[in-house]
């Protein structure tokens, strides 16, 4: 069991500071990014959350332990989430980095947003360190996609820093920075999940519960935000049909 909690820490840790550290690094290389690539992506890792959420944690959790503790994690998942999606905003404001009058302001708001992102992390690891407990290709699955909704996160961080003059090495460090409490978290949802069946099911749900929230309330909007014609449900429905194939070809 040791061997593989070190495995799933060491790729939630991965997957949280490659996701804001690309971020960061595609802000401070080119400066600005696509909106309609962007669009897609993220709509593209909703449909496959979505689909992993009702196609695979959540039935999983009910079979792990009973309706009422898959339906107690999801609550958990989704209150947790929302807690800190509420006490640590992290919203995106901009991806362009031709300066700006207001340079400390925007310094200041680089700083509060990694905070704002390292506080997300923890809670997001967890749920990759429960669903590792299904499958080990249904956490990592989860893990790349978790990744991928760092980015523009890490974009976020990199833009206010970027605007507030600090230097690319700085810039990049605290993106590190930001991404390290995935791997945190990752550990304690492994902990959880190898407890008990009943530990297991609350795991799954909570894991379930928070990616709905993630989807619903950051995915989903950034993707239709950033859309150019229908980019956005395009990449969300080839996410959800990908996603179910990807599943049904795992078991």
């Not at 332990?65 to 107690?72: C, D, E, R």
Request: proline letters at 3%; aromatic letters at 6%; hydrophobic letters at 55%.
């Amino acid at each position: 069991m040791f061997p593989y909690l070190v495995t799933i820490t060491l790729i939630g840790l991965l997957s949280g500071i490659s996701g804001t550290t690309i971020g960061g690094l595609i802000v401070v290389l080119l400066k600005k990014v696509e909106k309609k690539s962007l669009s897609v992506l993220l709509g593209f890792s909703a449909g496959i959350m979505v689909s992993i959420t009702f196609v695979e944690l959540i039935p999983e959790s009910i079979a792990e332990g009973s309706l009422i503790t898959a339906f107690a994690g999801l609550l958990l998942g989704i209150g947790m989430i929302g807690f800190v999606d509420v006490k640590f905003p992290h919203r995106h404001f901009s991806f362009n980095c031709d300066g700006d009058k207001e340079k400390a302001r925007y310094l200041k708001t680089g700083i509060l947003l990694g905070t704002g992102i390292a506080m997300h992390n923890l809670p997001e690891g967890v749920a990759i360190g429960a669903s590792f407990m299904v499958s080990f290709e249904v956490g990592l699955t989860l893990a790349v996609l978790m990744a991928i909704h760092n980015l523009p996160e890490g974009m976020a961080v990199g833009a206010a820093m970027c605007i507030g003059e600090i230097k690319a090495l700085r810039i990049i460090i605290v993106t590190i920075l930001a991404g390290i409490p995935m791997g945190i978290g990752a550990l304690l949802g492994g902990l959880l999940g190898g407890v008990s069946d009943v530990a297991l099911s609350l795991g799954l749900g909570f894991a379930a519960g928070a990616m709905l929230y993630i989807v619903f309330d950051e995915l989903i909007p950034d993707a239709h935000r950033r859309m150019e014609g229908h980019t956005a449900i395009t990449g969300i429905l080839a996410g959800i049909i990908i996603g179910i194939l990807f599943i049904n070809l795992l078991h």
